[in-house]
Nanobody, 123 residues
Framework: VQLQASGGGLVQAGGSLRLSCAAS????????MGWFRQAPGKKRELVAV???????NYADSVKGRFTSSRDNAKNTIYLQMSSLKPEDTAVYYC??????????????????WGQGTLVTVSS
């Protein structure tokens, strides 16, 4: 599976962005997909998980502001980010895991990674 993340950019605090992650491979629909982020000087952290069936799990820091969805027909997942804060500034990565569960929250559980897209939120 190859993953290509896009949609990052510069946005003011309180604004919105939608990230996309396009996947190659016919088995995309079997994978749980995760969104992770890594801010400068910080460890990579989970943002959201979405299973093949569409169940989701979110980090506490983004609950109520971010929504993950997927379109298996298009081999694409999305991360709709609203009410963005400066602390959301990071490189965002999408990843695929054969552990198809909302509890797949550790980056070592993911088999494939996209290249990352930078989100910068100005205050």
């Amino acid at each position: 599976v190859q993953l290509q993340a896009s949609g990052g950019g510069l946005v003011q605090a309180g604004g919105s962005l939608r990230l996309s992650c396009a996947a190659s491979g016919r088995t995309f629909s079997r994978y749980a997909m995760g969104w992770f982020r890594q801010a400068p000087g910080k460890k990579r952290e989970l943002v959201a998980v979405i299973t093949s069936g569409g169940s989701t799990n979110y980090a506490d820091s983004v609950k109520g502001r971010f929504t993950s969805s997927r379109d298996n027909a298009k081999n694409t997942i999305y991360l709709q980010m609203s009410s963005l804060k400066p602390e959301d500034t990071a490189v965002y990565y999408c990843a695929a895991s054969h552990w198809n569960s909302i509890t797949t929250i550790t980056d070592t559980d993911y088999d494939y990674w996209g290249q990352g897209t930078l989100v910068t939120v100005s205050s």
